[in-house]
């Protein structure tokens, strides 16, 4: 069993930042990538932003410059620094980890948290 805890989520005003992380726990052998989705209503879910295990890290246009996304290895965790929110980053954001798990390889998600930026 593998669980993803999202925390970090809320309501906040245009302009301001949040930070999100991510627990992952249970039978991990490795986490090759983890990083975060969302998705707004009536859209499909979109990558925001990733991180490889040796640090390499890859974001969606729409996020460059505002976003950053870090990792502890140690602590099979990723955060998601968030500043200069804007209301059309509206969205739940879901954690996404690639792993070695006890019962398989493949993605896991975790339980999203939603992140609401009012103007």
């Known amino acids: 069993q593998v669980q993803l805890v999202e925390s970090g989520g809320g309501l906040v005003q245009a302009g301001g930042s949040l930070r999100l992380s991510c627990a992952a726990s249970?039978?991990?052998?490795?986490?090759?990538?983890m990083g975060w989705y969302r998705q707004a209503p009536g859209k499909q879910r979109e990558l925001v932003a990733s991180?490889?295990?040796?640090?390499?890290?890859n974001y969606a246009d729409s996020v460059k410059g505002r976003f950053t996304i870090s990792r502890d290895n140690a602590k099979n965790m990723v955060y998601l620094q968030m500043n200069s929110l804007k209301p059309e980053d509206t969205a739940v954001y879901y954690c996404?980890?690639?792993?070695?798990?006890?019962?398989?390889?493949?993605?896991?998600w975790g339980q999203g948290t939603q992140v609401t930026v009012s103007s």
């Open positions: 996404n980890i690639f792993a070695l798990t006890i019962a398989r390889v493949g993605d896991f």
């Open positions: 991180i490889t295990s040796g640090g390499s890290t």
């Open positions: 249970g039978s991990i052998f490795r986490i090759n990538t």
